[in-house]
């Protein structure tokens, strides 16, 4: 069965420092890995995904997701937070046919 | 461009009742999925649909029932309601994954808030 595990239920980074918010995943095959992010009362918005080629993709709004097959790790992370980036943040695995999501990761942007 | 849409928003219930959630996507997208978002538990699958006329089961498919008779609808039905079925729910689709980079990314609907008193 595939499985996602963000470790941090929230992450607190001060404003214009880097952020990573991290992701482990379990599937077999191939994995096909993804990272949405969800503000208040509204629905997930696709940031950026994994599927093959180079380790390290980049996505919107300035984020980018380092690919580690060794570690089964697919962190996300960003140079320099902004205050808008605080938002809920699911890590994804898409297996055959389902996609399965993390538990999220609050981040919290401190002006 | 609507994309994703599911209705009701908001729906409050009694135990027993039942109820029906719609959504509707205008992507020509093959693969269509319920969610449901409880505090804590992040995202669990309820069930899923990989073309027209077809359904399977997820991670928490009990004391739900969906239909797909139509490519661009998914509908999630609640024969009888109970407090556990309290949730946000969410719709997803997406396309298939074509070559390279492209497709594979869901696609999410608003979410319905279900409260069953």
């Known amino acids: 069965a595939q499985s996602v595990a963000q470790p941090e239920d929230q992450v607190n980074v001060a404003e214009g420092n880097p952020l990573t918010v991290k992701c482990t995943y379990s599937?077999?095959?191939?994995?096909?890995l993804f990272w949405y992010v969800q503000y208040p009362n509204r629905g997930l918005q696709f940031l950026l995904k994994?599927?093959?080629?180079?380790?390290l993709v980049k996505g919107s709004y300035g984020f980018e997701a380092e690919f580690n097959k060794s570690q089964t790790s697919f962190h996300l992370k960003k140079p320099s937070a902004l205050v808008s980036d605080s938002a809920l943040y699911f890590c994804a695995v898409r297996g055959y046919q389902k996609v399965t999501f993390g538990t999220g990761t609050k981040l919290q942007v401190i002006p | 461009n609507a994309g994703v849409t599911q209705t009701p928003k908001f729906r409050v219930l009694k135990t027993g009742q039942s109820m029906t959630l719609l959504c509707a996507q205008d992507?020509?997208?093959?693969?269509m999925y319920w969610y449901r978002q409880d505090p804590g538990m992040g995202l669990r699958l309820i069930h899923y649909s990989v073309g027209e006329g077809t359904t399977a089961k997820g991670e928490v498919p009990d004391g739900y029932n969906v239909s797909r008779l139509k490519k661009q609808n998914f509908l999630l039905g609640l024969e009888s309601a109970a407090p556990s079925q309290t949730s946000v729910y969410f719709c997803?689709?997406?396309?298939?994954?074509?070559?390279?980079?492209?497709?594979?990314?869901?696609?999410f609907g608003e979410g319905s808030r279900l409260t069953v008193l």
């Open positions: 997803a689709s997406r396309p298939p994954l074509a070559g390279g980079q492209r497709g594979g990314e869901l696609f």
């Open positions: 599937v077999s095959g191939n994995p096909y």
């Open positions: 994994y599927i093959t080629g180079d380790n």
């Open positions: 992507m020509n997208h093959e693969y």
